[in-house]
């Protein structure tokens, strides 16, 4: 009863031909593997990497569409392309309890090697779930750990380098406002990031908010 068709808006407008299943099968997209993944956009900044996949065979007659062709996914590169290290605000920073500063400052006492240290505060950004689950006894002080809280970390001996006088993670060099990445030892599963605030002679951070750079 009039003309018939034979493409994908047919079955929708209901005037496909008879045979329109054997003649007009459907085809879905089919596509290639995914390549390999690129290098860093950026070396020296937490950016993305890259990887693509191409279309092989385009959808016909109603068939799958194709599906997304590329993927990203967070990458930082320590090293940039002449070979020279990053700045340190790319080093994730180990922390630990400040209840070990005691002990470590008499350490160092001991053997005459105590360095001036300094502090650096911080405003913790985003914090993962993990550090709140944490229930062995020497994890406890992770709890403390929460978004939007400022706190204190001190940089003492032996965590000091003693050619760059800095410890690793403490966001020098970094700019204003740059995300830095944080991770406590004990538990590698407590992350998170956080801002540089500014660096201090000396802590003032009530002690549950104060930690150590290991």
Not at 22 to 49: H, L
Not at 188 to 198: E, F, H, S
Request: net charge neutral; aromatic share 8%; charged share 20%.
């Amino acid at each position: 009863h009039g003309p018939c068709y034979c493409d994908q808006a047919c079955a929708r407008t209901l005037d496909c031909c008879h045979d329109y299943a054997e003649a007009c099968p459907v085809a879905p997209c089919v596509v290639s593997q995914w390549s390999v993944w690129s290098g860093c956009a950026e070396p020296c900044k937490t950016t993305y990497r890259v990887r693509r996949r191409h279309v092989i065979q385009e959808p016909r007659n109603g068939g799958e569409p194709c599906p997304p062709l590329e993927e990203r996914a967070g990458c930082v590169e320590y090293w940039t392309q002449q070979g020279t290290e990053c700045k340190q605000s790319l080093i994730p920073a180990l922390i630990t309890t400040g209840g070990f500063g005691k002990a470590r400052k008499r350490r160092a006492a001991a053997d005459g090697s105590e360095r001036a240290g300094y502090c650096v505060e911080f405003q913790l950004v985003a914090i993962t779930p993990s550090c709140l689950q944490s229930h062995h006894s020497y994890t406890h002080w992770m709890r403390y750990l929460r978004e939007g809280h400022t706190v204190c970390v001190e940089c003492q001996h032996p965590a000091l380098d003693s050619r760059s006088l800095h410890c690793y993670g403490d966001g020098s060099g970094s700019e204003m406002n740059q995300l830095l990445h944080w991770q406590a030892v004990g538990n590698p599963q407590c992350k998170g990031t956080w801002r540089r605030i500014r660096q201090l002679d000396t802590c003032s951070c009530p002690s549950v908010h104060s930690f150590l750079f290991i």
